[in-house]
Nanobody
Framework: QVQLVESGGGLVQVGGSLRLSCVASGGTFSDKAKGWYRQVPGKQREAVAL???????VYTDSVKGRFTISVDEAVNTMYLQMDNLKPEDTAVYYCGLGLSWGRGTQVTVSS
């Protein structure tokens, strides 16, 4: 089973940027649906940005125009570029690939 490891989270001020990375081992991102998700305590995990095996992307409305998902297959890494961050973006962010999940990385946006 593929293993996923996220990194790049942290504390940032409102309006700042972060880039999350997700490295896959034991498998590849090629030709598979994958994406970034986030979860806050007491709420269900939600899809933030998804990318299909053919490269099509879908974003949840609240991040459209601010977040960008991408994949670099040469280094088996998926990214989430997050710009103009808002306090409501605070969450643990997870990458998902098929049935595999990473452990998550915390993003905290301070006002």
């Amino acid at each position: 089973q593929v293993q996923l490891v996220e990194s790049g989270g942290g504390l940032v001020q409102v309006g700042g940027s972060l880039r999350l990375s997700c490295v896959a081992s034991g498998g590849t991102f090629s030709d598979k649906a994958k994406g970034w998700y986030r979860q806050v305590p007491g709420k269900q995990r939600e899809a933030v940005a998804l990318i299909s095996g053919r490269g099509g992307t879908v974003y949840t409305d609240s991040v459209k125009g601010r977040f960008t998902i991408s994949v670099d297959e040469a280094v088996n890494t998926m990214y989430l570029q997050m710009d103009n961050l808002k306090p409501e973006d605070t969450a643990v962010y997870y990458c998902g690939l098929g049935l595999s999940w990473g452990r998550g990385t915390q993003v905290t946006v301070s006002s």
